[in-house]
């Protein structure tokens, strides 16, 4: 390997840093090894007549004069070259400041999220928000703090080490990803201790939160040689942060006077979206409520339930997707700048077939007794068409009384609700059948002998420069939350076995590699949630805080691996050194935990009426109420008696064999006609790419199928110039405008009681029966009652 110093700018930065290049023995011909691959279905990667284009622009072309070819130096995938330069600097991460701001802004997002999610509507802070903090106080932190020398256990440290530099800000925001969400765990506790009036204390609450959100570690150990390494695991939501923070950081950058928006730095233009992105959202948001969801057929017909149910957005079909909201695009599905475009389209293709034709024909067709029952929402119906009531059937002991039963009601969905089930046995079947013919091959060469496929440019700097993080550590980190799992389930009445958390664990850890692989190439997550209640429900019959805990260590732990291992990627992209990764997630991790865990007993304990719909600011508690709802439905009720053979729903077990055999045609068929689309059609994305309607509409997919196809399809293949330098930098101004204005209407209107403008375009769309949610065909009679005699 030869190490060259070069001068030159790095994404426009002025630096003289060492550079890391390799020698012609580290390199083979990235063309040709790429070429070989193409056996193996990778829809990301160019086609043979593309290549040349491929390589053609990037985002860091002015950077440097490299003494290697670009084809040499660079990623084969249009997206990396457009957000990750192609070298690695010779600069600080492990800094006293990146860990200052760092746990910082990570206790700030922590607390602040846990008493955000407590309200309804809830608000959060996103880690762009950090992104950005985290940047300003950095330069600040730069410019005012005098530089002192300092070692502590031969560790040497400064508290100026220079100007603020992206490796730095890519660690805080490394640390911001696993903090700033709230843990799933504490849905259980605010389920625990507000609804079900059932308290073990603090310690139970801080074991159960730190060792399910720290499970995943060992798992995401595991998975680097799989899910980080390999180039064509993209991850392309990190691909949005390595464009923002390489745009903050960016100096005298050469402009590009051919394209729009070309004759200004990027982190400018970065500014002028989020300026006009954070004024616009005043007028969906607050001001002009109607331009959110436009469902202008209904505004024509209010109360006509057949019009509500097919073009409503809200509780209907919207045949006629129209928004101008931008949250209405991403606030189920994310940023459509950032999936490539056969991810949107599969995810699309799927709620047209399903959530459109096949919902339309089940619905009109009577299946379910649909015609006494909402086209689409999330809340579950009684044989009245009334809203199921749960403590008619619990007994104080929270078991099923059978005989009560027996003489009120059978449980009743949505159509849409039922459909997402039904698909969600048909993504767990296809999954594991899609994985295995598509990538089969590759993860046995991967156990076999730990070479998948030529390394890029990324995976060659890094582990020529930096020691991997030892699989040892993630092993005894593994084993640590693993004991600490068992104490949790067996050191208290959680009514949990120890067969069944083993068996939680097996699914997170057996699904990581599937749904880690489609994350990677598509941007989309499949779930595990229903699938786990679903498996829970028949083991474990009867037992509502065991099915929930069944849920947190079956899905949430594999959920929690991906996103250490998304991270990962992150850091690779950064070159940020392995060990330095590992050190931050882990010690983020567990102090969110904690803080999180005495942030949520101390607003259970000093907001008045907390958890009641009566509370004064509206912290009613919607995801403990939601929580606690399914797991009296799915650990008390049970699936036996929703899905099981002579039950209503039985009909949708149907949806596992058509799993099992969707993957097989199109991969047979992509055999037969390899030049076809056909490769690009992917099962467990049209199955479960749209696995949040409901509550989620296909408006909400529907509009972001189209603003995909506008960013990802039309102008990447028409104007890639635009594209390679602006796409990511756009996505990233129209988000955080929308976080910021969304905190601003939170501030200075909603905690302020100040209602939005009384006018017909903010007061039309609360009087269709699309928006009250009573859109049915037919109202069961006084005293009658629809669906079986028994049951």
């Known amino acids: 390997m030869e190490e060259n110093v070069y001068v030159g700018k790095s994404s426009g930065i002025s630096y003289h840093a060492e550079v890391r290049s390799l020698s012609e023995e580290d390199r083979d011909d990235p063309v040709e090894a790429l070429k070989a691959r193409l056996s193996r279905w990778d829809p990301n990667l160019p086609e043979d007549d593309d290549f040349s284009k491929s390589f053609e622009i990037n985002a860091f072309d002015e950077a440097q004069e490299s003494p290697q070819s670009k084809e040499d130096e660079d990623s084969p995938y249009p997206e990396v070259r457009a957000a990750v330069p192609p070298w690695d600097e010779d600069i600080p991460a492990n800094t006293i400041r990146a860990w200052v701001l760092g746990l910082s802004l990570a206790a700030m997002g922590a607390s602040a999220n846990m008493i955000f999610s407590l309200r309804q509507p809830a608000i959060g802070l996103g880690t762009i928000v950090a992104q950005l903090l985290s940047y300003l106080l950095g330069v600040a932190w730069a410019r005012t703090i005098p530089s002192r020398q300092f070692s ?5 440290w400064n508290t100026n080490p220079g100007p603020f530099n992206y490796k730095e800000h890519s660690l805080v925001v490394i640390m911001a990803n696993v903090s700033f969400g709230t843990a799933y765990a504490t849905d259980i506790i605010l389920a625990q201790v507000s609804f079900f009036k059932q308290n073990f204390g603090i310690p139970f609450q801080l074991l159960l939160v730190i060792s399910s959100q720290s499970l995943g570690y060992g798992i995401a150990g595991l998975m680097r040689s799989f899910l980080v390494y390999p180039a064509a695991m993209i991850w392309p939501a990190n691909l949005v942060s390595t464009t923002l923070i390489h745009a903050m950081h960016a100096k005298n950058e050469k402009s590009d006077p051919t394209i729009i928006g070309g004759k200004m730095s990027r982190y400018k233009w970065f500014g002028l979206v989020f300026l006009g992105a954070y004024l616009y959202y005043f007028l969906p948001g607050f001001l002009a409520q109607f331009l959110s969801v436009f469902a202008f057929a209904t505004w024509i017909a209010p109360q006509n339930p057949v019009v509500n149910q097919l073009f409503g957005g809200t509780t209907g079909l919207s045949i ?3 928004t101008f909201d931008w949250t209405q695009i991403t606030g189920f599905v994310g940023d459509p700048l950032i999936p490539p475009w056969h991810a949107i389209a599969n995810t699309v293709l799927g709620v047209v077939a399903f959530y459109i034709f096949t919902t339309v024909g089940l619905h009109y067709g009577g299946a379910w007794y649909s015609k006494f029952l909402p086209m689409s929402d999330s809340q579950t119906y009684d044989n009245m068409g009334q809203t199921y009531n749960v403590t008619r059937v619990v007994t104080p002991q929270l078991t099923l009384d059978e005989v009560a039963y027996k003489a009120y009601s059978p449980l009743f969905l949505s159509t849409t609700f039922a459909m997402s089930y039904g698909l969600s046995f048909a993504t767990i079947a296809s999954l594991v059948v899609y994985t295995y013919l598509n990538h ?3 993860i046995w060469a991967q156990f076999r002998n730990g070479q998948g496929e030529t390394p890029d440019i990324h995976m060659r700097l890094m582990s020529k420069r930096y020691k991997e993080a030892p699989q040892w550590w993630y092993g005894v980190l593994f084993v640590l939350m693993f004991v600490l799992s068992l104490v949790t389930v067996l050191g208290f009445p ?29 941007n989309v997550q499949i779930g595990l949630s229903v699938i786990t209640e679903f498996i829970m429900g028949y083991m474990q019959p009867g037992k509502p805080l065991a099915l929930m805990m069944f849920k947190v260590y079956g899905y949430i732990t594999m959920s929690q691996a991906l996103s250490f291992v998304s991270d990962l990627k992150f850091g690779h992209y950064m070159k940020i050194p392995p060990r330095t990764m590992f050190a931050a997630q882990v010690v983020a991790t567990t102090m969110a935990s904690i803080i999180q865990v005495f942030t949520l007993n101390f607003a ?16 009613s508690c919607p995801n403990g109420q939601v929580f606690f709802s399914a797991s009296v439905i799915w650990g008390l009720i049970g699936p036996q008696r929703i899905f099981s053979p002579g039950q209503i729903y039985n009909a949708l077990f149907w949806f596992f064999p058509i799993g099992l055999v969707t993957p097989v045609i199109f991969w047979s068929a992509a055999k037969r006609w390899p030049a076809s689309p056909m490769k690009y059609l992917n099962a467990p994305l049209i199955f479960g790419g749209s696995a949040l309607i409901p509550p989620a509409t296909p408006l909400n997919y529907l509009s972001w199928g189209v603003v995909g196809f506008v960013f990802q399809k039309y102008i990447r293949g028409r104007h890639f110039g635009w594209w390679a330098r602006l796409n990511y930098i756009t996505a990233s101004g129209l988000d955080m405008g929308l976080a910021f204005s969304t905190l601003t209407i939170f501030l200075l209107f909603t905690l302020n009681n100040i209602a939005a403008p009384k006018w017909w375009g903010n007061n039309v769309v609360l009087t269709t029966m699309d928006a009250q949610d009573t859109a049915v065909q037919a109202q069961v009679a006084p005293g009658q009652f629809f669906g079986p005699r028994e049951w």
């Open 494 to 522: 959680t009514n949990f076995k120890w067969w069944a958390f083993l068996i939680a664990v097996l699914i997170s850890t057996g699904f990581s590699l599937p749904i880690g692989i489609i994350q990677a190439i598509t």
């Open 152 to 156: 502590i256990f031969s560790l040497q």
């Open 320 to 322: 006629l997707p129209i």
């Open 440 to 442: 089969g091959k590759q």
């Open 604 to 619: 259970l304990n000093h907001i008045p009426d907390v958890c009641t719909k009566a509370q004064p600011q509206h912290f």
